[in-house]
């Protein structure tokens, strides 16, 4: 993305990125203060698979887009009703906390 707005001197966006002025007060850290390079999928692998989270295994890759994402509407929030314990049924139509 800096290799775009580098090649871009004429963008508005350039002088925010590359003309920053100072930091005023020595506490301050901005974001462009350190600009080394970072991949983020293999960061986020990384740190995936060193997880201490109970069935991390499960999903291999979480950079990739699981099956039955994409499900309608209806049946995410019927899921999600059932999961919260919220689920309208014949004997409690309506549940209070």
Known sequence: MLQIF???PNWPVYADVFEYP???LASRH???SDMTSVDTVMQCRKDWSSASVVNH???TD???R???FDLPRHTWSLMNRFRTC???IGSHPITFL
Do not use: G
Request: net charge neutral; glycine share 0%.
């Open 30 to 32: 901005p974001v462009w």
């Open 62 to 64: 979480p950079t990739i």
């Open 57 to 59: 295994t499960i999903i």
């Open 6 to 8: 580098e090649a871009h």
């Open 86 to 88: 919220l689920a309208q």
């Open 22 to 24: 100072p930091p005023r």
């Open 66 to 68: 699981q099956p039955c």
